[in-house]
T-cell receptor
Framework: DTGVSQDPRHKITKRGQNVTFRCDPI?????LYWYRQTLGQGPEFLTY????????KSRLLSDRFSAERPKGSFSTLEIQRTEQGDSAMYLC???????????????FGPGTRLTVL | AQSVTQPDIHITVSEGASLELRCNYS??????LFWYVQSPGQGLQLLLK??????LVQGIKGFEAEFKRSQSSFNLRKPSVHWSDAAEYFC??????????FGDGTTLTVKP
């Protein structure tokens, strides 16, 4: 399977702990995106990378959130001092990056479900 | 700012019946429109997309959608629903700057 993969699939943590999620995009996809999806809502954009450069961050991405894509391949999303409101599904997507941002088809991973107790 | 409304939170149809899922968007310029499907525990899968040209677009799994600028709508249709179509469906609009906004989804239940 050469789709987008995410690890772990599920994470349960206590409030105040730090967590890190990993996303492996489809090989040779230059763009990588992070979204957050809470129950009963659609995905909300968090941030995206063009290769290793983080080009846009949503205001939803508070100071406790940081994302990296150091070598332009896999990406990590870290949440520090987790709060119960951080409980959500965190989705990663990647796209080829050869078209405009608007028309570039995004392929989504299965997500990481975070539960903060 | 752009927005997407999916008026139906939950729809139930019988297997073999036709389906229409509604999507209304708000965006000042020409929108780029997408429909995705999400099965439990899975990521989103692209069903179809509209950028320009023919306003009736065909997608995978027998789905189609029609862009109606005058109504700011992009409704998803399927002539005959299969039990495997039960899932959550999301409509999304993407701006010229590449910003994606999703609706809150419609959950489809298929009755045998």
């Amino acid at each position: 399977d050469t789709g987008v993969s995410q690890d772990p699939r599920h994470k349960i943590t206590k409030r105040g702990q730090n967590v890190t999620f990993r996303c492996d995009p489809i090989s040779e996809h230059n763009r990588l995106y992070w979204y957050r999806q809470t129950l009963g809502q659609g995905p909300e954009f968090l941030t995206y990378f063009q290769n290793e450069a983080q080009l846009e961050k949503s205001r939803l991405l508070s100071d406790r959130f940081s994302a990296e894509r150091p070598k332009g391949s896999f990406s990590t999303l870290e949440i520090q001092r987790t709060e119960q409101g951080d409980s959500a599904m965190y989705l990663c997507a990647s796209s080829l990056g050869q078209q405009t941002l608007s028309t570039d088809t995004q392929y989504f991973g299965p997500g990481t479900r975070l539960t903060v107790l | 700012a752009q927005s997407v409304t999916q008026p139906d939170i939950h729809i139930t149809v019988s297997e073999g019946a036709s389906l229409e899922l509604r999507c209304n968007y708000s965006y000042g310029a020409t929108p780029y429109l997408f429909w995705y499907v999400q099965s439990p525990g899975q990521g989103l899968q692209l069903l179809l997309k509209y950028f320009s040209g023919d306003t009736l677009v065909q997608g995978i799994k027998g789905f189609e959608a029609e862009f109606k600028r005058s109504q700011s709508s992009f409704n998803l249709r399927k002539p005959s629903v299969h039990w495997s179509d039960a899932a959550e469906y999301f409509c999304a609009v993407v701006t010229n700057a590449g910003k994606s906004t999703f609706g809150d989804g419609t959950t489809l239940t298929v009755k045998p």
